[in-house]
């Protein structure tokens, strides 16, 4: 059965203080891993697609890289307005399917 | 910008009413979605629709059922309410990924419903 594990599921980090979410998967033939921010009362917003092991993307204070069985959203030192949850989500081959994680609560503090 | 819009942020209705969720995208996607979040089960994905009166059960589909009449409008509806189908709807759609790589799926701002 295609799953998705995120951990923690809760993170708070002093401003500055760099780290990483991990999101754990295990689908039949990998599509694509899909990195969202959601602020509280929001929808999700996209953030990365990772497609295949070892690939990477970058986005401002955000690196998203890629192995066979996980994905972490490495986080370099954060601002308050990085705080969000963290969804990931991938999707099977064959299929417009998404299946999400439960995501990780970030909180940064000044 | 591609816009996904659901019609109500909140929503408050009684047990055993038939409730009609609404979502309108605007970039002429193939797919649309719905999806329910609750706490610490992530979103779970409803029912799905590919292309205009096409739809497919999602994981949940139990209680709910959907129309797709045209391209840009994908109802959820509640045929008869209960209070565990309180929760965040979520709307959300993408073009065909046969047709594109880089592609994501593209959320409404979802719609918080009650049921009392």
């Known amino acids: 059965e295609d799953q998705v594990t995120q951990s923690p599921e809760a993170l708070r980090l002093q401003e500055g203080e760099s780290s990483s979410l991990n999101c754990s998967y295990t689908v039949s033939g990998l599509r694509g891993l899909f990195w969202y921010r959601q602020d509280p009362g929001k929808g999700p917003e996209f953030l990365f697609t990772l497609y295949s092991a070892g690939e990477e993307k970058e986005k401002e204070r955000l690196k998203a890289t890629l192995t066979k069985k996980e994905s972490f959203l490495h986080i370099t030192a954060p601002k308050p307005e990085d705080s969000a949850t963290y969804l990931c989500?991938?999707?099977?081959?064959?299929?417009?399917?998404?299946?999400f994680g439960t995501g990780t609560r970030l909180q940064v503090f000044p | 910008d591609v816009k996904v819009t659901q019609s109500s942020r909140y929503l408050v209705k009684r047990t055993g009413e038939k409730v009609f969720l609404e979502c309108v995208q605007d970039m002429d996607h193939e797919n649309m979605f719905w999806y329910r979040q609750d706490p610490g089960l992530g979103l779970r994905l409803i029912y799905f629709s590919y292309d205009v009166k096409m739809k497919e059960k999602g994981d949940i589909p139990e209680g709910y059922s959907v129309s797709r009449e045209k391209k840009e409008r994908f109802s959820l509806i509640l045929e008869s309410a209960s209070t565990n189908q309180t929760s965040m709807y979520l709307c959300a759609s993408e073009p065909l990924l046969e047709a594109l790589r880089d592609t994501e799926a593209f959320f409404g701002q979802g719609t918080r419903l009650t049921v009392v």
């Open positions: 989500a991938v999707q099977a081959q064959n299929t417009d399917k998404l299946i």
